[in-house]
C-alpha cells in the first residue's frame, strides 16, 4: 500500500463502545453551538469554524473526497471484495479506507456489494462511521447512493422502489413528488445514507439523449421546476441531502458524459429560459448539495473546460448569480467527460478552484488525494479555500444531525424500509403516472372474456436495483393475477428474424399479445417484431418501458402505453390500467416528434387519453 503521508494504517479492529461514546461526547461538545438555529435558520458555525481551524491539511484534503469501496461489511469483506479493494484503492476496506484517507465520504453502489439488504446497509453505514468516530479527531461520514427510482436505483427489494422522474412528470403532481421524496427519504436515512443523488434537475428536450431521458421530469422548464422542488422539500423533509443535478443542465445532448465530452449549444438567453428554472427553484427550496455536469457551454464559458472545472459558471453564475452556498459535488470523476481534456492528477485540483466541494469517485484516489494536498502546499489552493469547502461540508453534515447520532441500528429498518403503507404508496402514485397514447377501436381494457390467453414478448432489460423483473415475466405475472392466462416470451432489444418467428407463431395461438419496447429505433428488430405481431390480426398492446419516443416508430400498433420504467411498481401500474382495474391518468411530460419528420409534432406535452 502507498504511504500517504497520513496516520497509518493499523489495526482495523472494531473500536470498543467506550472509545465511540467518547468519540460521540467530544464530538458532541465541540459542536454545541452549532446545534441551534439562528434567526436566518442557519446553524451558528462557531463550533464547526473552530474544529475546522484544529484539523491538519491531511484531515480537511480528505474531508473534500467521496470515495466507492467494495464490500457488505466496513471491516469484513468477502474476498473478492477485498481484492477489488486492494487493485483500485490500496486497502483491504472501508475502515481501512477512511482511516487511511480520512474521507469526508463513501458513496454505495450495488455492483461494489454495498447494498444487500436493508439491514447489511444500515450495518454497514454503522461500521463506516464506528471506523470514522474511532480515529483521533474522528468526524462522521457522509453517506451518499443514487437513489433516483425509476431506472435509477441502488438499493432494491426489500425497500420500496418509486416511480421514476418522468413517470412522476407524467402524473404532474407535486404532493406525490414530495411523497416520494418524503417516504423514500426515510428508507435512506434508516439504513444510514444521508445523501441521495436525487433530483434530477435537467429538462430533457433531446429525445436522442442516450444518459438523461426519463431520468428527467419532462420538458417543460416550469413543470420540471415545480416537481423538483416538491421533491427536495420531501427528501430534506426526512433527513437526507437532496441533489439537484446536472448542472448547469445536461437535457439536451445527444453524447453520454460516461464516454465522452459532451456540448450543449444553448445560447445564454435560452438557458435562462429552459435549464436555470430547475437549478433555481431547487435553491429557492434550501437544496442542500447542487451536482455538477462534465458538459460544455460555450455560451458559459468559451474556454473549452467541462463545467465541473468552470470557475464562471460554478463560482460566477451558481454562487455568486444564483446565490447558491452549499455544497457542490462532482459527478463521477471516472467519466469520460470530465477526464478528456485534463489529467486524473490535476481535474481535482481544477474543480476546486472552480468552486467544488465534494470530490466524487476519482478513479485514482491516491492519485487524487495527493494531488490536492501538493496544490496546497505548493500555493496553488490556497488553505483558506480548502477550509470554505470543509466547512460546508462540514455544515450539511451538522445540520443532518450527524455529529449527534452518526449511527442507525436495526429499529429504523424494521420500522421504516420496505413496509406495507409505504409499498400502498408506491402503487397509488404508479397509477396515476401510467399514459395512454393509442387505443384504435378501444381495444383498452383488454376483455378477460373476449382477450382470456395473453402473450407477453418484448425487452428484458437488467434491473435498476437487481431485484425486480424482468419486464416481461413481471407483467405476465401481473396479468395472471388480474385474471388473465398470460405467458411470457422474452425477445430482447434486438431481435433476430428466427426470434421474431418463433413470437409470430406464439401469438396465433393467444387471443391478445403484449409488447414491451425498449428505446425502438427505425428498422430495428424491435420495431419489425410489432409489425409483424400486428400483421396476425391479433390484438396488440405496445407498453414503452423506457422512452416514450417509442410510440413514433410504431405507428400500425391499435394501442400503446407509457410506462417510463421497466421496475415493477410501474409495471404493474401498466397490467391494471390494460385490464382495466385503474383508468390511464398519465400526460405526456415530453413531445414526442413525427418519426419521418421530427419537425413535427406528433403527440404534445399534456396528451393523454383515457376511458
Known amino acids: ?226 416537481l423538483v422542488a416538491a421533491e427536495v422539500a420531501g427528501y430534506q423533509g426526512s433527513g437526507v441531502a ?34 436555470a428554472p430547475p437549478f433555481r427553484a431547487a435553491i429557492a427550496a434550501g437544496i442542500h448539495s447542487i451536482m455538477t455536469a462534465h458538459l460544455m457551454v460555450p455560451a458559459l464559458d468559451d474556454s473549452g473546460d467541462p463545467a465541473t472545472l468552470s470557475h464562471p459558471i460554478l463560482t460566477g453564475i451558481l454562487r455568486e448569480r444564483l446565490g447558491y452556498d452549499g455544497v457542490v459535488v462532482t ?5 469520460e467527460g470530465v477526464r478528456s481534456k485534463y489529467g486524473d492528477d490535476r481535474v481535482p485540483v481544477l474543480a476546486l478552484r472552480a468552486g467544488v466541494d465534494q470530490l466524487l469517485n476519482p478513479p485514482d484516489l491516491d492519485l487524487a488525494w495527493n494531488a490536492v494536498l501538493t496544490a496546497v502546499r505548493e500555493g496553488e489552493l490556497t488553505e483558506a479555500r480548502l ?20 449511527c442507525v441500528g436495526h429499529a429504523g429498518v424494521e420500522r421504516t424500509v420496505g413496509t406495507r403503507g409505504h409499498l400502498a404508496a408506491a402503487d397509488r402514485i404508479a397509477e396515476r403516472t401510467t399514459t395512454l397514447l393509442v387505443n384504435e377501436g378501444r381495444l383498452l381494457p383488454l376483455s378477460r372474456r373476449r382477450h382470456p390467453r395473453v402473450l407477453v414478448v418484448g425487452a428484458d432489460p437488467a434491473s435498476p436495483s437487481g431485484t425486480t ?29 428466427a426470434t421474431i418467428a418463433k413470437a409470430v407463431a406464439a401469438a396465433r395461438d393467444v387471443d391478445a399479445v403484449v409488447a414491451a419496447t425498449y428505446n425502438v429505433t427505425s428498422g430495428s428488430g424491435q420495431q419489425a417484431l410489432v409489425e409483424q405481431l400486428v400483421a396476425t390480426g391479433r390484438p396488440v398492446v405496445a407498453v414503452a418501458i423506457r422512452n416514450p419516443y417509442d410510440v413514433a416508430r410504431l405507428p400500425s400498433v391499435p394501442a400503446f402505453l407509457a410506462a417510463y420504467s421497466w421496475t415493477d411498481v410501474e409495471l404493474r401500474a401498466a397490467a391494471r390500467v390494460i385490464a382495466g382495474r385503474a383508468r390511464p391518468r398519465g400526460r405526456l411530460p415530453v413531445p414526442v416528434q413525427r ?9 404534445p406535452i399534456g396528451y393523454g387519453l383515457t376511458y
Open 1 to 226: 500500500m502507498h504511504d500517504t503521508g497520513t496516520a497509518s494504517t493499523g489495526s482495523t479492529a472494531q473500536p470498543s463502545r467506550r472509545t465511540l461514546l467518547a468519540a460521540g461526547a467530544g464530538l458532541t461538545a465541540a459542536l454545541a453551538a452549532a446545534a441551534p438555529a439562528t434567526a436566518a435558520g442557519a446553524p451558528d458555525d462557531s463550533a464547526l469554524r473552530a474544529l475546522v481551524s484544529r484539523m491538519t491539511p491531511e484531515e480537511k484534503v480528505g474531508q473534500l473526497f467521496v470515495m466507492r469501496v467494495y464490500g457488505h461489511s466496513a471491516t469484513a469483506p468477502d474476498q473478492a471484495d477485498i481484492d477489488a479493494n486492494l487493485k483500485e484503492i490500496g486497502v483491504r476496506t472501508a475502515a481501512e479506507l477512511v482511516e487511511r484517507y480520512r474521507v469526508g465520504g463513501i458513496i454505495y453502489f450495488a455492483w461494489a456489494h454495498n447494498t444487500r439488504d436493508p439491514h447489511q446497509i444500515a450495518d454497514l453505514s454503522d461500521g463506516i462511521q464506528r471506523a470514522s468516530l474511532a480515529l483521533p479527531r474522528g468526524l462522521p461520514v457522509l453517506i451518499s447512493t443514487d437513489q433516483e427510482h425509476g431506472i435509477v436505483a441502488r438499493v432494491g427489494k426489500p425497500a420500496t422502489l418509486f416511480p421514476g422522474a418522468m413517470a412522476l412528470g407524467a402524473g404532474g403532481s407535486r404532493p406525490d413528488a414530495r411523497t416520494v421524496g418524503r417516504l423514500a427519504g426515510a428508507e435512506l436515512r434508516a439504513m444510514g445514507i444521508r445523501q441521495n443523488y436525487s433530483p434530477v434537475a435537467d429538462v430533457n428536450v433531446n429525445p436522442a439523449n442516450p444518459v438523461i431521458g426519463v431520468r428527467s421530469f419532462g420538458a417543460d422548464p416550469r413543470a420540471v421546476s415545480a
Open 469 to 497: 423483473g424482468p419486464p416481461t415475466g413481471a407483467l405476465a405475472g401481473a396479468l395472471t393475477e388480474l385474471g388473465f392466462s398470460a405467458t411470457a416470451l422474452p425477445t430482447g432489444t434486438a431481435p433476430s428474424a
Open 331 to 335: 459527478d463521477s470523476l471516472g467519466m
Open 387 to 406: 477550509d470554505e469547502s470543509v466547512l460546508r461540508i462540514l455544515r450539511l453534515k451538522a445540520k443532518l444531525g450527524l455529529f449527534r447520532a452518526p
Open 595 to 603: 418519426a419521418d419528420d421530427p419537425e413535427q409534432v406528433l403527440y
Open 242 to 275: 437532496a441533489t439537484a443535478k446536472h448542472f448547469p443542465g445536461h437535457g439536451d445532448t445527444n453524447v453520454d458524459s460516461h464516454t465522452g465530452f459532451p456540448t450543449i449549444t444553448h445560447s445564454r438567453e435560452l438557458w435562462e429560459e429552459l435549464d
